[in-house]
């Protein structure tokens, strides 16, 4: 079973920067980052595999975000710059043991944390 605990969330003005953190635990084979605005879909933004080099991202996000993964710690950060109002949501790190070709889908991701609200203000 894998358990995920996130923290950093909270109020930001558009243009600066928030860290989130997800404390992992049990045996995964992709993790990644998730967020879900009032009214929208839940929608992939970065993904990793777990002790791969690559990162994975939505277009919306590239070149601001950067995720990242402690493997001593096991903790999965999610850095972000350069905010914007339209990035407020609630940020979900998700992981699973299974591997998929599609890391930004989150019906591959079978464990959630409980997500950490980001509010970026104008």
């Known amino acids: 079973q894998v358990q995920l605990v996130e923290s950093g969330g909270g109020p930001v003005q558009a243009g600066g920067s928030l860290r989130l953190s997800c404390a992992v635990s049990?045996?995964?084979?992709?993790m990644g980052w998730f967020r879900q605005a009032p009214g929208n879909e839940r929608e992939g933004i970065a993904a990793?595999?777990?002790?791969?080099?690559?990162?994975y991202y939505v277009d919306s996000v590239k070149d601001r975000f950067t995720i990242s993964h402690d493997n001593a710690k096991n903790i999965l950060y999610l850095q972000m710059n350069s905010l914007k109002p339209e990035d407020s949501a609630t940020y979900f790190c998700a992981a699973d043991s299974s591997w998929s070709r599609r890391p930004l889908d989150p019906k591959n991701f079978r464990f959630w944390g409980q997500g950490t609200q980001v509010t970026v203000s104008s």
């Open positions: 049990g045996y995964t084979s992709m």
């Open positions: 990793v595999y777990t002790g791969g080099s690559s990162s």
